[in-house]
């Protein structure tokens, strides 16, 4: 991943991220997670006609496949917009259409919808995560929050395979974003749940009973297949238990606001059978 700053049209290689990557375990090994480590932030400063972009490599072979983009019109009046492009052929944001047929409004898909074959997707190459011209807004995710945002792309092999972004911390102007996270599948053609990262090492299940956790907006989930009686943990990366309760059923949602962000080991014990999934807050 590059970050390449253009102001007053010269071109700066920034740097080149080292990406922490989980592999994913027998579960569900098709999955592959990247951990944006530590986060990094794409912005400009209003009045300045700058250009701030991250390029994004996300199965890293070479190609890049999305341009974070952060742009600055002018001064009077001052125009700005935060898009993720599509920078390799084949690859696409999902996004709501409007006047344009190559720009969209990115699309907040909800935690642990499928992106695949079946979402809207439009064809897109410029999707706005949020903007000002003039004096109106436009963009729906322009709210601070995170949000995932679903995108498609082309292997070297031009096989097709979804994934998902996580970004956050994007003002209604569009002049700041947040890159946090990312993963995709690395089977062709199949779908993937937005958040879904993957298993977590050492995770142990029997056939009957599967489980999806993974964290969205200061909250972790936990979701099974059948039903279960056991007990969640929450571990940090120093080994320390902050959370520990019940859980009885299929499905559990926890909130975590008051924990610091960073990596921590969710632990699902059961009398039967353990799982264990690492999750980024």
Do not use: C
């Not at 890049?64 to 001052?78: E, K, N, S």
Request: aromatic share 8%.
């Amino acid at each position: 991943m590059k970050k390449v700053y253009s102001l007053d049209n010269k071109l700066k290689l920034y740097s080149t991220l080292a990406l922490g990557v989980m592999s994913a375990g027998a579960l569900n090994a098709q999955i592959v997670y990247h951990d944006v480590n530590p986060d990094v932030t794409v912005d400009g400063v209003s009045g300045t006609a700058s250009r701030d972009s991250l390029q994004i490599d996300i199965n890293a072979d070479g190609v890049d496949d999305f341009q974070l983009q952060v742009r600055i019109y002018g001064t009077t009046p001052v125009n700005s917009q935060a898009n993720m492009n599509a920078y390799a052929v084949g690859a696409e944001t999902l996004a709501s259409l409007v006047s344009y047929t190559s720009l969209g409004y990115a699309m907040s898909i909800p935690a642990g919808t499928l992106i695949g074959s079946a979402s809207a997707w439009n064809a897109n190459i410029q999707a706005v995560m949020a903007s000002l011209f003039g004096t109106t807004n436009y963009g729906t995710i322009g709210d601070g929050a995170d949000h995932y945002l679903g995108i498609k792309f082309n292997d070297n092999a031009s096989a097709l395979h979804y994934g998902w972004i996580r970004v956050g911390g994007i003002n209604t102007n569009g002049t700041t974003v947040t890159i946090k996270d990312w993963a995709y599948q690395t089977i062709a053609d199949s779908a993937i749940a937005a958040g879904d990262m993957g298993p977590g090492a050492g995770v142990t299940t029997e056939p009957a009973v599967e489980s999806n956790i993974f964290s969205f907006n200061q909250k972790v989930f936990v979701n099974f297949t059948a039903p279960i009686q056991g007990t969640v943990k929450i571990y940090s990366a120093l080994g320390e238990l902050v959370y520990t309760d019940r859980i009885e059923g299929i499905r559990k949602e926890i909130s975590v606001a008051d924990l610091s962000s960073g990596i921590y080991m969710i632990q699902v014990e059961t009398a039967g059978q353990n799982f264990t999934k690492k999750v980024k807050l």
